[in-house]
């Protein structure tokens, strides 16, 4: 009769040490569906965009293609609810109609929801809807309402760097008529926090 009260005392004392093992176990991770993922991250862009524009008034495609600067910035509060912000200051390369003419720039400053597709090891495919004002010499120092559609590949380098490996828009300048130009950046970003 002890032998087997004993093995049942040490089953019990088992599961008791197996329970509060669990316990600390979990304890030590913070599990995904619980954590607080608020991240900031900011960064810069390196673009090429082909403008549609090139004189008199109608959209047609530029000969010359824009280079310029970009900055983002970029806000998780969960996993699937992003915002992104970004500008575009398109001003090298710029074609000029004439002699006497200033030269063709675009500029846009958009904001909108970032959706991150998937995320394979570090990479993460990702699409965007973003929203704002463009600013071009051929608007007369007035703007354009602007919609891109957009999308790319981010692929996290560190926990801190993230390479924006490519990133392609299609805008929409609400104009008459519509101009839609298109481009491809890419660059890198710091998670703040």
């Not at 991770?29 to 900031?40: D, G, I, N, Q």
């Not at 109608?58 to 992104?84: C, K, M």
């Amino acid at each position: 009769m002890s032998v087997v009260l004993m093995k049942r005392s040490t089953l019990g004392l088992l599961v008791v040490v197996a329970s509060f093992a669990s316990v600390s176990a979990r304890g030590q991770v913070v599990p995904s569906a619980t954590s607080h993922t608020f991240s900031l991250s900011a960064g810069g862009l390196g673009s090429v965009a082909q403008p549609d524009y090139a004189d008199e008034g109608i959209a047609q495609t530029s000969p010359n293609r824009l280079y310029g600067a970009g900055a983002f910035v970029d806000l998780h509060f969960s996993r699937w609810v992003q915002v992104e912000g970004e500008g575009h200051w398109m001003r090298f390369n710029q074609y000029h109609p004439c002699p006497e003419c200033q030269g063709i720039y675009e500029d846009a400053y958009l904001i909108g929801p970032r959706i991150p597709i998937v995320t394979f090891h570090r990479i993460t495919p990702y699409g965007k809807f973003l929203v704002g004002l463009g600013s071009a010499d051929f608007l007369m120092g007035g703007d354009a309402f602007v919609l891109d559609y957009g999308g790319g590949v981010d692929y996290r380098l560190t926990r801190r760097f993230t390479i924006r490996a490519v990133d392609f828009e299609y805008q929409q300048w609400r104009l008459n008529p519509v101009l839609s130009p298109y481009g491809g950046s890419v660059g890198i970003s710091y998670k703040i926090f």
